[in-house]
Protein backbone atom coordinates (compact mmCIF):
# COMPACT_ATOMS: atom_id res chain seq x y z
CA UNK A 1 0.00 0.00 0.00
CA UNK A 2 1.19 3.64 -0.54
CA UNK A 3 1.79 5.32 1.89
CA UNK A 4 -0.62 8.46 2.96
CA UNK A 5 2.51 10.55 3.56
CA UNK A 6 3.91 9.38 0.27
CA UNK A 7 0.67 10.43 -1.44
CA UNK A 8 0.90 13.75 0.26
CA UNK A 9 4.04 14.70 -0.44
CA UNK A 10 3.68 14.50 -4.22
CA UNK A 11 0.11 16.17 -4.31
CA UNK A 12 1.30 19.06 -2.64
CA UNK A 13 4.30 19.18 -4.81
CA UNK A 14 1.24 19.41 -7.53
CA UNK A 15 -0.51 22.28 -6.16
CA UNK A 16 2.66 24.54 -6.55
CA UNK A 17 3.84 23.35 -9.12
CA UNK A 18 3.54 26.55 -11.79
CA UNK A 19 1.72 24.03 -14.06
CA UNK A 20 -1.90 23.33 -13.61
CA UNK A 21 -3.15 21.25 -15.95
CA UNK A 22 -4.66 17.72 -15.28
CA UNK A 23 -6.08 16.73 -18.54
CA UNK A 24 -2.40 17.04 -21.11
CA UNK A 25 -2.53 16.22 -24.51
CA UNK A 26 -0.61 13.21 -24.32
CA UNK A 27 3.40 12.76 -25.25
CA UNK A 28 1.87 10.19 -28.29
CA UNK A 29 0.35 12.80 -30.05
CA UNK A 30 3.07 15.86 -29.54
CA UNK A 31 5.97 14.14 -30.40
CA UNK A 32 4.28 12.75 -33.67
CA UNK A 33 3.73 16.06 -34.58
CA UNK A 34 7.64 16.90 -33.82
CA UNK A 35 8.24 14.12 -35.96
CA UNK A 36 9.93 11.95 -33.07
CA UNK A 37 8.92 8.32 -31.38
CA UNK A 38 7.83 8.51 -27.78
CA UNK A 39 8.42 5.06 -26.19
CA UNK A 40 8.22 2.83 -22.50
CA UNK A 41 9.35 -0.27 -21.30
CA UNK A 42 6.52 -1.95 -20.43
CA UNK A 43 5.71 -5.54 -18.27
CA UNK A 44 3.61 -7.48 -20.81
CA UNK A 45 2.32 -8.96 -17.50
CA UNK A 46 0.93 -6.20 -16.55
CA UNK A 47 -0.68 -4.86 -19.82
CA UNK A 48 -2.57 -8.75 -19.73
CA UNK A 49 -3.86 -8.52 -16.99
CA UNK A 50 -4.67 -4.83 -17.56
CA UNK A 51 -3.83 -3.66 -13.34
CA UNK A 52 -4.67 -0.89 -11.61
CA UNK A 53 -8.05 -0.86 -12.89
CA UNK A 54 -6.50 -0.18 -16.68
CA UNK A 55 -4.55 2.76 -15.57
CA UNK A 56 -1.92 1.03 -16.82
CA UNK A 57 -2.79 0.29 -20.31
CA UNK A 58 -4.53 3.77 -20.70
CA UNK A 59 -1.77 5.82 -20.12
CA UNK A 60 0.43 3.76 -22.26
CA UNK A 61 -1.68 3.99 -25.25
CA UNK A 62 -2.34 8.04 -24.77
CA UNK A 63 1.34 8.66 -24.06
CA UNK A 64 3.63 6.20 -26.36
CA UNK A 65 4.08 4.81 -30.14
CA UNK A 66 6.75 2.14 -29.01
CA UNK A 67 6.53 -0.77 -26.53
CA UNK A 68 9.99 -2.20 -25.22
CA UNK A 69 8.91 -5.33 -23.82
CA UNK A 70 11.11 -5.43 -20.33
CA UNK A 71 11.75 -9.45 -19.69
CA UNK A 72 9.62 -11.62 -22.36
CA UNK A 73 12.43 -11.34 -25.84
CA UNK A 74 15.07 -11.76 -23.43
CA UNK A 75 16.66 -15.54 -23.77
CA UNK A 76 16.19 -16.10 -19.67
CA UNK A 77 12.37 -15.72 -20.30
CA UNK A 78 11.90 -16.91 -24.01
CA UNK A 79 14.85 -19.65 -24.17
CA UNK A 80 13.90 -23.38 -21.90
CA UNK A 81 16.43 -25.51 -24.20
CA UNK A 82 17.04 -26.62 -27.49
CA UNK A 83 13.98 -25.79 -29.34
CA UNK A 84 11.98 -25.25 -26.55
CA UNK A 85 10.24 -21.69 -26.14
CA UNK A 86 8.06 -19.45 -24.25
CA UNK A 87 6.11 -17.64 -27.14
CA UNK A 88 3.39 -16.95 -24.47
CA UNK A 89 3.53 -13.19 -23.87
CA UNK A 90 5.89 -12.39 -27.16
CA UNK A 91 2.32 -14.34 -29.11
CA UNK A 92 -0.09 -11.92 -27.07
CA UNK A 93 1.54 -8.86 -28.07
CA UNK A 94 2.24 -9.61 -31.60
CA UNK A 95 0.76 -12.25 -33.10
CA UNK A 96 1.49 -16.12 -33.37
CA UNK A 97 1.64 -16.33 -37.10
CA UNK A 98 2.71 -14.22 -39.92
CA UNK A 99 -1.08 -12.97 -40.88
CA UNK A 100 -2.29 -12.72 -37.13
CA UNK A 101 -1.88 -9.92 -34.98
CA UNK A 102 -1.87 -9.04 -31.37
CA UNK A 103 -2.21 -6.22 -28.50
CA UNK A 104 0.55 -3.92 -30.03
CA UNK A 105 -0.96 -3.81 -33.53
CA UNK A 106 -4.35 -3.59 -32.36
CA UNK A 107 -3.84 -0.51 -30.12
CA UNK A 108 -1.28 0.95 -33.03
CA UNK A 109 1.80 -0.33 -31.14
CA UNK A 110 5.16 -0.47 -33.08
CA UNK A 111 7.54 -3.11 -30.77
CA UNK A 112 11.29 -2.92 -29.93
CA UNK A 113 12.96 -5.97 -29.60
CA UNK A 114 14.81 -6.05 -26.44
CA UNK A 115 16.90 -8.37 -26.11
CA UNK A 116 18.48 -11.60 -28.25
CA UNK A 117 22.18 -12.12 -26.86
CA UNK A 118 22.77 -10.71 -23.53
CA UNK A 119 26.66 -10.81 -23.08
CA UNK A 120 26.25 -11.52 -19.57
CA UNK A 121 26.01 -14.98 -17.56
CA UNK A 122 23.98 -14.08 -15.04
CA UNK A 123 21.65 -13.35 -17.96
CA UNK A 124 22.34 -16.38 -20.29
CA UNK A 125 20.52 -19.80 -19.85
CA UNK A 126 20.94 -22.23 -16.80
CA UNK A 127 20.17 -24.84 -19.00
CA UNK A 128 23.06 -23.33 -21.60
CA UNK A 129 25.99 -22.43 -18.59
CA UNK A 130 25.57 -25.74 -17.78
CA UNK A 131 26.62 -27.35 -21.12
CA UNK A 132 29.90 -24.65 -21.42
CA UNK A 133 32.39 -27.46 -20.65
CA UNK A 134 30.98 -30.28 -22.77
CA UNK A 135 29.69 -28.70 -26.42
CA UNK A 136 32.09 -27.05 -29.31
CA UNK A 137 32.08 -23.77 -30.77
CA UNK A 138 30.14 -24.93 -33.37
CA UNK A 139 27.71 -26.22 -31.44
CA UNK A 140 27.54 -22.46 -29.87
CA UNK A 141 27.82 -21.29 -32.82
CA UNK A 142 24.73 -23.19 -34.20
CA UNK A 143 22.58 -22.69 -31.25
CA UNK A 144 23.11 -18.80 -31.37
CA UNK A 145 21.98 -19.34 -35.27
CA UNK A 146 18.71 -21.42 -34.38
CA UNK A 147 17.49 -19.37 -31.51
CA UNK A 148 17.80 -15.88 -33.44
CA UNK A 149 16.09 -17.55 -36.12
CA UNK A 150 13.60 -18.75 -34.22
CA UNK A 151 12.62 -15.55 -32.06
CA UNK A 152 13.25 -13.02 -35.08
CA UNK A 153 11.75 -15.24 -37.65
CA UNK A 154 8.84 -15.96 -35.80
CA UNK A 155 8.00 -11.98 -35.52
CA UNK A 156 9.32 -11.16 -39.32
CA UNK A 157 8.35 -7.72 -40.35
CA UNK A 158 6.07 -6.99 -36.79
CA UNK A 159 9.64 -5.91 -35.04
CA UNK A 160 11.16 -2.66 -36.35
CA UNK A 161 14.02 -2.75 -34.28
CA UNK A 162 16.64 -5.68 -32.28
CA UNK A 163 18.38 -5.30 -29.74
CA UNK A 164 21.16 -7.77 -31.27
CA UNK A 165 23.33 -7.50 -28.38
CA UNK A 166 23.29 -6.17 -24.96
CA UNK A 167 26.17 -5.16 -22.60
CA UNK A 168 28.53 -6.64 -24.14
CA UNK A 169 31.36 -4.17 -23.08
CA UNK A 170 33.03 -3.97 -19.66
CA UNK A 171 33.10 -1.96 -16.80
CA UNK A 172 36.54 -2.25 -16.11
CA UNK A 173 38.87 0.09 -17.02
CA UNK A 174 41.29 -2.07 -19.37
CA UNK A 175 40.96 -6.20 -19.43
CA UNK A 176 43.01 -8.08 -22.19
CA UNK A 177 39.78 -8.86 -24.34
CA UNK A 178 39.23 -7.13 -27.82
CA UNK A 179 37.19 -4.07 -27.21
CA UNK A 180 37.27 -4.83 -23.50
CA UNK A 181 34.57 -7.38 -23.72
CA UNK A 182 32.81 -8.98 -21.21
CA UNK A 183 33.53 -12.03 -19.56
CA UNK A 184 30.85 -14.18 -21.00
CA UNK A 185 29.82 -17.61 -22.18
CA UNK A 186 29.84 -16.53 -25.95
CA UNK A 187 32.88 -15.04 -25.59
CA UNK A 188 34.31 -17.79 -23.86
CA UNK A 189 32.84 -19.96 -26.89
CA UNK A 190 33.48 -17.70 -29.61
CA UNK A 191 35.68 -15.34 -28.81
CA UNK A 192 34.43 -11.15 -30.23
CA UNK A 193 32.95 -13.21 -33.13
CA UNK A 194 30.14 -13.99 -31.35
CA UNK A 195 29.39 -10.26 -31.60
CA UNK A 196 29.60 -10.41 -35.67
CA UNK A 197 27.35 -13.70 -35.95
CA UNK A 198 24.81 -12.18 -33.82
CA UNK A 199 24.56 -9.29 -35.96
CA UNK A 200 24.54 -11.89 -39.27
CA UNK A 201 22.16 -14.45 -38.19
CA UNK A 202 19.09 -11.61 -37.41
CA UNK A 203 19.68 -9.68 -40.73
CA UNK A 204 19.20 -13.18 -42.39
CA UNK A 205 16.11 -13.60 -40.16
CA UNK A 206 14.47 -10.53 -40.92
CA UNK A 207 16.28 -8.58 -43.70
CA UNK A 208 14.07 -5.52 -42.87
CA UNK A 209 14.38 -4.93 -39.37
CA UNK A 210 16.97 -2.12 -38.08
CA UNK A 211 19.36 -3.97 -35.55
CA UNK A 212 21.17 -1.88 -32.64
CA UNK A 213 23.66 -2.31 -30.15
CA UNK A 214 22.61 -1.40 -26.61
CA UNK A 215 24.69 -0.62 -23.53
CA UNK A 216 24.55 2.12 -20.41
CA UNK A 217 27.13 4.69 -19.90
CA UNK A 218 27.79 4.77 -23.44
CA UNK A 219 25.88 8.47 -24.43
CA UNK A 220 28.85 10.71 -23.61
CA UNK A 221 32.66 10.42 -25.63
CA UNK A 222 34.17 7.95 -22.93
CA UNK A 223 35.91 4.97 -22.69
CA UNK A 224 33.30 2.56 -22.71
CA UNK A 225 31.05 4.81 -25.64
CA UNK A 226 34.47 5.16 -27.90
CA UNK A 227 35.11 1.23 -27.35
CA UNK A 228 31.88 0.13 -28.36
CA UNK A 229 31.72 2.14 -31.17
CA UNK A 230 35.18 0.91 -32.62
CA UNK A 231 33.66 -2.98 -31.79
CA UNK A 232 30.53 -2.07 -34.11
CA UNK A 233 32.89 -0.28 -36.88
CA UNK A 234 35.03 -3.73 -36.61
CA UNK A 235 32.03 -5.98 -36.86
CA UNK A 236 31.00 -3.74 -39.95
CA UNK A 237 34.14 -4.51 -41.43
CA UNK A 238 33.55 -8.27 -41.35
CA UNK A 239 31.03 -8.07 -43.57
CA UNK A 240 27.71 -7.71 -40.80
CA UNK A 241 25.05 -5.05 -40.85
CA UNK A 242 24.78 -2.84 -37.63
CA UNK A 243 21.85 0.10 -37.83
CA UNK A 244 22.23 1.17 -35.18
CA UNK A 245 23.43 2.32 -30.87
CA UNK A 246 20.94 2.03 -28.22
CA UNK A 247 22.09 4.08 -25.18
CA UNK A 248 20.55 3.56 -22.31
CA UNK A 249 21.02 6.43 -20.03
CA UNK A 250 20.15 5.55 -16.77
CA UNK A 251 21.36 9.01 -14.67
CA UNK A 252 21.22 10.73 -11.89
CA UNK A 253 19.95 14.16 -11.50
CA UNK A 254 23.27 15.63 -10.95
CA UNK A 255 24.21 15.10 -14.75
CA UNK A 256 24.11 17.67 -17.11
CA UNK A 257 23.53 17.67 -20.87
CA UNK A 258 24.03 20.74 -22.95
CA UNK A 259 24.17 21.78 -26.75
CA UNK A 260 27.58 20.95 -28.06
CA UNK A 261 29.22 18.72 -24.75
CA UNK A 262 30.27 15.35 -24.69
CA UNK A 263 26.51 14.15 -25.00
CA UNK A 264 26.39 16.00 -28.30
CA UNK A 265 29.68 14.93 -30.00
CA UNK A 266 29.60 11.54 -29.41
CA UNK A 267 25.91 11.42 -31.27
CA UNK A 268 27.76 13.32 -33.93
CA UNK A 269 29.87 10.79 -34.24
CA UNK A 270 27.62 8.18 -34.66
CA UNK A 271 25.96 10.16 -37.50
CA UNK A 272 29.24 10.91 -39.21
CA UNK A 273 29.55 7.23 -39.54
CA UNK A 274 26.33 6.28 -40.46
CA UNK A 275 24.97 5.09 -37.54
CA UNK A 276 21.21 5.89 -36.00
CA UNK A 277 20.88 5.75 -32.22
CA UNK A 278 17.82 5.97 -30.17
CA UNK A 279 17.59 6.65 -26.33
CA UNK A 280 16.44 3.39 -24.93
CA UNK A 281 16.10 3.05 -21.41
CA UNK A 282 15.54 6.90 -19.83
CA UNK A 283 15.46 7.40 -16.41
CA UNK A 284 16.88 9.98 -13.47
CA UNK A 285 17.23 8.71 -9.94
CA UNK A 286 17.17 11.31 -7.72
CA UNK A 287 17.89 10.67 -3.69
CA UNK A 288 14.92 9.19 -1.39
CA UNK A 289 14.31 8.78 1.77
CA UNK A 290 11.29 6.58 3.00
CA UNK A 291 10.44 7.07 -0.71
CA UNK A 292 10.28 10.81 -1.12
CA UNK A 293 13.17 12.94 -2.27
CA UNK A 294 15.73 14.39 0.16
CA UNK A 295 16.00 17.55 -1.58
CA UNK A 296 12.67 18.79 -3.14
CA UNK A 297 14.73 20.80 -5.84
CA UNK A 298 15.49 17.81 -7.31
CA UNK A 299 12.64 17.12 -8.66
CA UNK A 300 12.65 20.61 -10.46
CA UNK A 301 16.42 19.49 -11.64
CA UNK A 302 14.70 15.93 -12.57
CA UNK A 303 12.26 18.11 -15.03
CA UNK A 304 14.63 19.95 -16.68
CA UNK A 305 17.28 16.88 -17.24
CA UNK A 306 14.24 15.23 -19.08
CA UNK A 307 13.47 18.35 -20.95
CA UNK A 308 17.04 18.82 -21.70
CA UNK A 309 17.47 15.21 -23.62
CA UNK A 310 14.05 15.07 -25.34
CA UNK A 311 16.19 18.64 -26.96
CA UNK A 312 18.94 16.70 -27.76
CA UNK A 313 16.38 13.71 -29.90
CA UNK A 314 14.76 16.49 -31.00
CA UNK A 315 18.19 18.14 -31.90
CA UNK A 316 19.56 14.95 -34.11
CA UNK A 317 15.78 13.62 -35.35
CA UNK A 318 15.52 11.82 -37.56
CA UNK A 319 18.96 9.83 -36.83
CA UNK A 320 17.66 9.60 -33.26
CA UNK A 321 15.09 7.65 -33.62
CA UNK A 322 13.39 7.77 -30.91
CA UNK A 323 13.19 8.32 -27.37
CA UNK A 324 12.02 5.17 -24.64
CA UNK A 325 11.83 5.81 -20.90
CA UNK A 326 12.26 2.32 -18.84
CA UNK A 327 8.99 1.97 -17.63
CA UNK A 328 6.62 5.47 -16.87
CA UNK A 329 5.50 5.15 -13.21
CA UNK A 330 7.47 4.71 -10.49
CA UNK A 331 5.09 2.32 -8.56
CA UNK A 332 7.19 0.09 -10.98
CA UNK A 333 10.62 1.28 -11.33
CA UNK A 334 13.67 -1.08 -10.58
CA UNK A 335 15.63 1.96 -9.52
CA UNK A 336 14.46 1.68 -5.56
CA UNK A 337 15.43 -2.18 -5.03
CA UNK A 338 18.66 -1.87 -7.11
CA UNK A 339 19.63 0.75 -4.39
CA UNK A 340 18.51 -0.02 -1.69
CA UNK A 341 15.51 2.34 -1.45
CA UNK A 342 18.64 5.50 -1.32
CA UNK A 343 17.62 6.33 -4.64
CA UNK A 344 14.01 6.54 -6.82
CA UNK A 345 11.59 8.25 -8.11
CA UNK A 346 12.85 8.26 -11.58
CA UNK A 347 10.10 8.21 -14.41
CA UNK A 348 7.65 11.23 -15.42
CA UNK A 349 4.89 9.48 -13.62
CA UNK A 350 4.08 9.56 -9.85
CA UNK A 351 3.04 5.80 -7.91
CA UNK A 352 -0.73 7.33 -8.18
CA UNK A 353 -0.03 7.69 -11.91
CA UNK A 354 -0.13 11.72 -12.26
CA UNK A 355 2.62 13.58 -14.21
CA UNK A 356 5.39 14.83 -12.42
CA UNK A 357 7.54 18.04 -13.64
CA UNK A 358 9.25 15.91 -15.68
CA UNK A 359 5.99 14.58 -17.46
CA UNK A 360 4.91 18.48 -17.81
CA UNK A 361 8.52 19.61 -19.34
CA UNK A 362 8.66 16.92 -21.59
CA UNK A 363 4.67 18.14 -23.02
CA UNK A 364 5.91 21.54 -23.20
CA UNK A 365 9.25 20.93 -24.99
CA UNK A 366 7.19 19.20 -27.47
CA UNK A 367 4.00 21.52 -27.99
CA UNK A 368 4.57 24.91 -26.88
CA UNK A 369 5.93 26.50 -30.51
CA UNK A 370 4.62 30.06 -29.69
CA UNK A 371 4.49 32.16 -26.88
CA UNK A 372 1.26 33.89 -25.81
CA UNK A 373 0.31 37.20 -27.93
CA UNK A 374 -1.54 38.58 -30.70
CA UNK A 375 -1.45 37.21 -33.85
CA UNK A 376 -2.64 37.36 -37.62
CA UNK A 377 -3.46 34.20 -39.09
CA UNK A 378 -2.92 34.17 -43.36
CA UNK A 379 -2.90 30.50 -44.93
CA UNK A 380 -0.51 30.00 -47.12
CA UNK A 381 -2.67 29.13 -50.07
CA UNK A 382 -4.90 31.48 -50.77
CA UNK A 383 -2.28 34.07 -50.31
CA UNK A 384 -2.72 37.87 -48.98
CA UNK A 385 -5.78 36.70 -46.74
CA UNK A 386 -6.15 36.43 -43.20
CA UNK A 387 -8.69 34.55 -40.83
CA UNK A 388 -11.40 36.35 -38.91
CA UNK A 389 -14.42 35.87 -37.61
CA UNK A 390 -18.15 37.60 -39.13
CA UNK A 391 -20.21 38.77 -36.44
CA UNK A 392 -18.80 39.00 -33.07
CA UNK A 393 -22.40 38.82 -31.03
CA UNK A 394 -23.90 35.70 -32.54
CA UNK A 395 -23.00 32.46 -31.00
CA UNK A 396 -21.28 30.17 -32.86
CA UNK A 397 -20.65 33.00 -35.44
CA UNK A 398 -19.13 32.21 -39.30
CA UNK A 399 -15.19 31.84 -39.40
CA UNK A 400 -13.62 32.78 -42.62
CA UNK A 401 -11.23 34.65 -45.05
CA UNK A 402 -11.09 37.72 -45.57
CA UNK A 403 -8.54 39.85 -48.08
CA UNK A 404 -9.46 43.23 -47.09
CA UNK A 405 -6.09 44.32 -44.96
CA UNK A 406 -6.61 42.21 -42.02
CA UNK A 407 -5.92 45.16 -39.46
CA UNK A 408 -9.14 45.17 -38.12
CA UNK A 409 -9.49 43.54 -34.43
CA UNK A 410 -12.06 40.69 -35.59
CA UNK A 411 -9.29 39.71 -37.83
CA UNK A 412 -6.69 39.48 -35.36
CA UNK A 413 -6.33 36.68 -32.55
CA UNK A 414 -5.29 36.41 -29.14
CA UNK A 415 -3.31 33.05 -28.81
CA UNK A 416 -3.27 31.93 -25.36
CA UNK A 417 -1.03 28.66 -24.01
CA UNK A 418 -3.01 25.72 -21.72
CA UNK A 419 -0.05 24.45 -19.97
CA UNK A 420 -0.93 21.09 -21.14
CA UNK A 421 0.26 20.56 -24.63
CA UNK A 422 -2.73 22.88 -26.32
CA UNK A 423 -3.86 26.58 -26.95
CA UNK A 424 -6.62 28.34 -27.35
CA UNK A 425 -7.65 31.00 -29.75
CA UNK A 426 -9.72 34.07 -29.47
CA UNK A 427 -10.54 37.10 -31.49
CA UNK A 428 -8.70 39.72 -30.35
CA UNK A 429 -12.36 41.68 -30.95
CA UNK A 430 -14.53 39.16 -27.88
CA UNK A 431 -11.85 37.95 -25.87
CA UNK A 432 -15.10 36.03 -24.31
CA UNK A 433 -15.25 33.77 -27.01
CA UNK A 434 -13.17 31.00 -28.45
CA UNK A 435 -12.50 29.23 -31.74
CA UNK A 436 -14.06 26.28 -31.54
CA UNK A 437 -14.74 22.46 -33.28
CA UNK A 438 -18.02 21.46 -34.40
CA UNK A 439 -18.43 17.75 -35.76
CA UNK A 440 -14.95 16.80 -36.17
CA UNK A 441 -15.42 13.57 -37.64
CA UNK A 442 -17.69 14.62 -40.48
CA UNK A 443 -15.98 14.98 -44.25
CA UNK A 444 -15.22 18.60 -43.12
CA UNK A 445 -15.64 19.56 -39.93
CA UNK A 446 -16.88 23.20 -38.90
CA UNK A 447 -14.70 26.01 -37.54
CA UNK A 448 -16.96 28.76 -35.73
CA UNK A 449 -16.29 30.62 -32.82
CA UNK A 450 -18.28 30.05 -29.54
CA UNK A 451 -18.53 31.24 -25.79
CA UNK A 452 -14.94 30.22 -24.12
CA UNK A 453 -16.18 26.97 -22.08
CA UNK A 454 -12.92 25.50 -21.47
CA UNK A 455 -13.85 22.31 -23.30
CA UNK A 456 -11.74 19.80 -25.66
CA UNK A 457 -13.42 21.41 -28.65
CA UNK A 458 -12.08 25.06 -27.72
CA UNK A 459 -7.80 23.12 -27.98
CA UNK A 460 -6.08 23.82 -30.61
CA UNK A 461 -2.49 21.87 -31.33
CA UNK A 462 0.19 23.98 -33.68
CA UNK A 463 3.27 21.83 -35.47
CA UNK A 464 5.81 24.01 -37.03
CA UNK A 465 6.82 23.90 -40.78
CA UNK A 466 9.33 26.66 -40.90
CA UNK A 467 9.53 29.85 -39.89
CA UNK A 468 6.42 31.35 -38.97
CA UNK A 469 4.40 28.28 -40.53
CA UNK A 470 2.48 26.09 -38.80
CA UNK A 471 -0.41 23.10 -39.63
CA UNK A 472 -3.20 23.80 -36.80
CA UNK A 473 -5.26 20.93 -35.38
CA UNK A 474 -8.14 20.87 -33.21
CA UNK A 475 -7.13 18.51 -30.40
CA UNK A 476 -10.11 16.74 -30.41
CA UNK A 477 -8.86 15.52 -33.93
CA UNK A 478 -5.07 16.18 -33.95
CA UNK A 479 -4.78 13.86 -37.00
CA UNK A 480 -6.78 16.43 -39.01
CA UNK A 481 -6.16 19.91 -39.80
CA UNK A 482 -7.59 23.51 -40.23
CA UNK A 483 -7.89 24.11 -43.47
CA UNK A 484 -9.58 26.59 -46.67
CA UNK A 485 -11.57 24.67 -49.28
CA UNK A 486 -13.59 26.52 -51.96
CA UNK A 487 -12.06 30.32 -51.97
CA UNK A 488 -12.67 31.61 -48.27
CA UNK A 489 -14.50 28.57 -46.40
CA UNK A 490 -12.14 27.19 -43.48
CA UNK A 491 -13.18 23.85 -42.23
CA UNK A 492 -11.13 20.54 -40.49
CA UNK A 493 -10.14 18.49 -43.21
CA UNK A 494 -8.04 14.92 -43.14
CA UNK A 495 -4.29 16.20 -43.21
CA UNK A 496 -3.28 15.59 -46.54
CA UNK A 497 -0.03 17.89 -47.89
CA UNK A 498 -0.97 20.95 -48.84
CA UNK A 499 -0.33 24.82 -48.58
CA UNK A 500 -4.14 24.95 -47.59
CA UNK A 501 -3.24 23.43 -44.83
CA UNK A 502 -0.37 25.46 -43.65
CA UNK A 503 -0.86 29.00 -42.10
CA UNK A 504 1.70 31.74 -41.58
CA UNK A 505 1.31 32.61 -38.03
CA UNK A 506 2.19 36.31 -37.66
CA UNK A 507 3.07 38.54 -34.61
CA UNK A 508 1.57 41.75 -34.03
Not at 115 to 131: E, S
Not at 203 to 216: E, M, R, T, V
Not at 344 to 367: C, H, S, T, V
Not at 453 to 459: A, C, G
Request: glycine share 6%; net charge positive.
Amino acid sequence: MIREWRLLFWVCLAINSVVEAQNPLGLRASSALRGILFGTAANVNNLRKDVDGGQYNSFIKKNYHVIEPENDFKPMKLWHGINNYNWSNCDWLLGATTNSTGWAQQNGMQIRGHTLVWANDKNIPNWLLKQESSISSEKVKSLMYDYIHAVVGRYRGKVPWWDVVNEAIDDSKNNSRPFNLRDNFWYRKLGPDFVKYAFIFAQQADPQAKLYYNDYNNEDMGTKATRGFEMLKWVRSQGATVHGIGMQWHIRVSKNVKFADQHYQNAQRLIDNSFEFMVTELDVAIQINDGNPRDPNDVEKQGLLYRSILKYVLYFSPKCRALITWGFTDRYSWVPAFYNGTEGAALPIDWNYQPKLAYWQMQEELARVLPNGNYRLSPEYPPNKCLGVYDNNITRSVIQLYDDGCNTPNKKWTITWLNHGTYRLSPVSTSVHALSTYNTTASIGEVKINNSLFDINQEWVFSSYGKNLFRIRPRSAWWRALSVYGTTNVGIIDFISGDNKRWTVTSI
